[in-house]
C-alpha cells in the first residue's frame, strides 16, 4: 500500500518562502517519477515535476525560477522550495508519485497523491 504523507504549508506573507516536503512509502521510490500540483480554479495545474534519476525537472510556466523541486531517494521524501511567494500562488498544493521511467507532467498519469497542503500568501 502506497502511503504519502506531506508537511510544510502555512501562511506567509508576499515575498517569503515556503518548503514542502513529501514521504513516500509502499513504492519504489528511486523509480518513480514525483510531482507536485496544485488546485486552480477549474483543474489541476503542475507546478514541478522530476524524473527517476534526478533529471530532468519541468516546471509550469507560472513558477519562472522562483521554485526547486528535489529528491533525496535515501529518505523517500521530495520537496518543494518556493521562493518569492506571490498572493496567486495561494492554493491547496499536492504531491503526486507514479512509478516509471520518466519524468510525468500530466495528472491524469499519477495514481499516488498526498492529502494536500495549504498555502497561502498575502500581499
Known amino acids: 500500500q502506497v502511503t504519502m504523507w506531506e508537511s510544510g504549508g502555512g501562511s506567509v506573507q508576499s515575498g517569503g518562502s515556503l518548503r514542502l516536503s513529501c514521504v513516500v512509502s509502499?513504492?519504489?521510490?528511486?523509480?518513480?517519477?514525483l510531482a507536485w500540483f496544485r488546485q486552480a480554479p477549474r483543474e489541476q495545474e503542475l507546478v514541478a515535476a522530476i524524473?527517476?534519476?534526478?533529471?530532468?525537472?519541468s516546471y509550469g510556466d507560472f513558477v519562472q525560477g522562483r521554485f526547486t523541486i528535489v529528491r533525496d531517494n535515501a529518505k523517500n521524501t521530495h520537496y518543494l522550495q518556493m521562493n518569492d511567494l506571490k498572493p496567486e500562488d495561494t492554493a491547496m498544493y499536492y504531491c503526486?508519485?507514479?512509478?516509471?521511467?520518466?519524468?510525468?507532467?500530466?495528472?491524469?498519469?499519477?495514481?499516488?497523491w498526498g492529502q494536500g497542503t495549504q498555502v497561502a500568501v498575502s500581499s
Open positions: 524524473a527517476p534519476d534526478g533529471a530532468p525537472t
Open positions: 503526486a508519485a507514479e512509478p516509471a521511467t520518466r519524468v510525468l507532467t500530466l495528472a491524469s498519469e499519477y495514481r499516488y
Open positions: 509502499g513504492m519504489n521510490f528511486k523509480w518513480a517519477s
